[in-house]
C-alpha cells in the first residue's frame, strides 16, 4: 500500500508536484498517465526516494519514505533511459545488484524468468555500451524483476523493446499481478496500458485529476477506451472520482 | 559498510578498463621514462617530473572526475533504487575513482624509476615517496572537488567549464597574484602572509613539500629559508594537516550534497 499526503516537489520555479495526495491499492496494476511534464516520472523517482519531497510524506507499507533505504529491498524499480557505466557487462550489473543485498542480509528469491525469456545470456560478456538501446531496456527490465519484489514501478517499460520482448514483460506484469504484487507503470501508449492495468491515476500539472478504476474513469466520460477517456477528461473540466 | 566496498571494487574494476585512465598512466610513464633517459640524474628526473604531476594531476582528475560523474548519473540512479544508504554510495564512488586515478599516475612514474634505477638511493627513495604522496593527495583532493561540482551544477557543460576554471584558479592564477603581491609589497616583511598564502592553496602546498624534499629551497631565497624552517619542525605537520582539511573539506560539502539531491 503506498499512500501519499499532500507531496509537494518543486525544481526551481517550477512546482512539479502540487500537494498531491494518493492512495495506491496492494495487488493491481495502477497506471499513470498524463501530457507531457505533467509529473509522472518525478511521482516515480519520490517513491523509489531518488527525488526528495519539498513537503508532504509517501509511505511504503506504512515505513515513510525519508532516506531509510531498506524498504527498497522490496522495491523493483525500471527507469526511463537505461544507462550503465561504459565498460560494465550486463552479468556484472546483476552481480553487482545482487552483491549489493548480500551485504545487507536482504531476504533473496531470485526471479530470472525474464533472465532467461530475455536471452540475457548470450550478450552477458558483452560491455554494455556496446549493445542497443532496447537490448539494454531488456537488461533494465530483467534487473527490476530480478528480486522478486512486491512493489514494482515501471517508468516507459515497453518503450524501445521489440514486440518479442515487449510481450513478455507484458506477461510478467500480469503474472506479478496474479502473485498479488502491485505494480505502478506509466506509459504513453494507451492501449497497453487498458490491457495491464486496473486502476488509473490521471495527472495533470502536478495534481491528481482523476484516481480510481479504468472501468469507471470510462463509464463517467461515456467513453469505450481509455484513450479516448483520458482525452475527454483532459479535455473538460476535473470531475470528481 | 559492504555496500561503500561493493561499489568501489565495481568501480575500480569499470575504470581500470578505461582508455581514458590507461593513456592517464601510459603518459606519466613516458614521461618517467624520458626524463630518466635524457634528463640526467634521477633527482634532477625526479623534479622535473614533480612539475609535470603538479600540473598534470589537478587538470586532468578535476576534469575526468567532473565528466565521469555526469556519465555515472544513470548507474547511480539504478544503485539508488537498490537498498543503499545514499552516504555509503556516495564514500564507495569517491573512493573508486580517486583509487584508479591514483594507480593510474603511481604505476605511471613508478615502473620506469623500477625499471632504470632500482630504488637503492634512500634520498632518491624518500624524494619518490614524496612525490607519490603528493600525487596521491592531489588525485584525492581534486576528485573531491569534481564531486562537488558535478553535483552542484545541474548543466554539464558548465560544469566543465568550472573544472578548468577551478583548475585555472588553483595552478595558475592564484600565482600569479601571491606574485604580484610579493612584488607590490616586497619592502614588507612577507614571509607569513606568503606561507599562509600557500596553505591556502593545495597545489602550492604540495610544490613547497616538493621542493624542499630536494633541498632547492636556497633556490626560492629568503621565503624559501622561512619555509624551510617552518617545514623541517612542527610546519610539516601543518602542511599535511592542511592538506588532510584540503581533501575533507569537499569531501563532506560533496557528501551532503549528494544526500540531498534529487536524481
Redesign the interface.
Known amino acids: 500500500m503506498i499512500t501519499i499526503d499532500r507531496l509537494t516537489k518543486r525544481?526551481g520555479e517550477v512546482t512539479v508536484l502540487k500537494s498531491l495526495s494518493l492512495a495506491v491499492a496492494d495487488g493491481r496494476v495502477t497506471a499513470i498517465v498524463g501530457p507531457n511534464a505533467a509529473g509522472k516520472t518525478t511521482l516515480m523517482?519520490s517513491i523509489?526516494?531518488?527525488?526528495?519531497p519539498d513537503s508532504g510524506s509517501i509511505m511504503v507499507d506504512r515505513v515513510r519514505v525519508n532516506?531509510d533505504?531498506?524498504?527498497?529491498?522490496g522495491?523493483g524499480?525500471m527507469?526511463q533511459?537505461?544507462?550503465?557505466?561504459?565498460?560494465?557487462t550486463a552479468s556484472?550489473l546483476l552481480a553487482?545488484?545482487r552483491?549489493?543485498?548480500s551485504?545487507?542480509a536482504?531476504p533473496m528469491t531470485l526471479d530470472e524468468e525474464l533472465v532467461e525469456r530475455f536471452d540475457i545470456a548470450s550478450f552477458a560478456r558483452k560491455p554494455l555500451r556496446t549493445l542497443s538501446g532496447g537490448t539494454r531496456q531488456k537488461v533494465n527490465a530483467a534487473?527490476a524483476f530480478l528480486f522478486s519484489p512486491s512493489l514494482l514501478m515501471l517508468d516507459e517499460p515497453t518503450a524501445g523493446l521489440d514486440p518479442v520482448a515487449s510481450s513478455a514483460l507484458k506477461d510478467k506484469i500480469l503474472k506479478a499481478r496474479a502473485e498479488h504484487r502491485t505494480v505502478l507503470v506509466t506509459s504513453h501508449v494507451m492501449s497497453e496500458l487498458e490491457e495491464l492495468a486496473d486502476d488509473v491515476v490521471l495527472l495533470v500539472d502536478g495534481e491528481v485529476r482523476f484516481s480510481g478504476s479504468i472501468h469507471s474513469l470510462k463509464g463517467s466520460t461515456r467513453q469505450t477506451t481509455l484513450e479516448r477517456a483520458v482525452a475527454n477528461m483532459l479535455s473538460s473540466r476535473p470531475v470528481a472520482a | 559498510m559492504s555496500v561503500v566496498r561493493t561499489v568501489f571494487m565495481y568501480q575500480l574494476r569499470d575504470l581500470v578498463r578505461s582508455k581514458w585512465l590507461v593513456a592517464y598512466a601510459l603518459f606519466f610513464f613516458a614521461a618517467a621514462e624520458g626524463l630518466l633517459r635524457y634528463g640526467g640524474d634521477g633527482s634532477k628526473a625526479l623534479l622535473s617530473l614533480a612539475t609535470i604531476v603538479l600540473f598534470v594531476v589537478p587538470l586532468v582528475t578535476i576534469v575526468y572526475g567532473t565528466v565521469y560523474l555526469y556519465q555515472s548519473r544513470e548507474f547511480t540512479e539504478l544503485l539508488l533504487a537498490q537498498p543503499v544508504r545514499r552516504g555509503h554510495l556516495f564514500i564507495g564512488l569517491y573512493l573508486g575513482i580517486t583509487l584508479a586515478l591514483t594507480l593510474g599516475v603511481i604505476a605511471g612514474i613508478a615502473i620506469p624509476f623500477l625499471v632504470h634505477r632500482g630504488f637503492g638511493d634512500p634520498v632518491l627513495r624518500g624524494a619518490f615517496g614524496t612525490l607519490a604522496f603528493v600525487a596521491a593527495a592531489l588525485t584525492c583532493i581534486f576528485t573531491a572537488i569534481a564531486c562537488v561540482i558535478a553535483l552542484k551544477c545541474e548543466d554539464r557543460l558548465r560544469g566543465l567549464g568550472a573544472a578548468i576554471a577551478t583548475w585555472l584558479a588553483v595552478a595558475l592564477v592564484y600565482d600569479g597574484l601571491v606574485l604580484i603581491l610579493v612584488a607590490a609589497f616586497g619592502d614588507y616583511p612577507l614571509e607569513r602572509s606568503v606561507l599562509a598564502a600557500m596553505l591556502a592553496n593545495p597545489v602550492d602546498l604540495a610544490r613547497v613539500l616538493m621542493l624542499l624534499r630536494f633541498d632547492n629551497a636556497a633556490l626560492m631565497g629568503y621565503t624559501g629559508a622561512v619555509f624551510q624552517r617552518f617545514f623541517s619542525g612542527t610546519g610539516a605537520f601543518v602542511a599535511v594537516a592542511a592538506l588532510l582539511a584540503w581533501v575533507g573539506a569537499p569531501v563532506y560539502i560533496g557528501s551532503r550534497a549528494f544526500r540531498r539531491k534529487d536524481f
Do not use: C, H, Q, S
Open positions: 525544481f523517482k523509489v526516494g531518488l527525488t526528495r532516506g533505504e531498506r524498504y527498497r529491498a522495491l524499480y527507469p533511459i537505461a544507462r550503465f557505466p561504459d565498460n560494465m556484472e553487482l545488484a552483491d549489493l543485498r551485504g545487507g536482504y534487473l
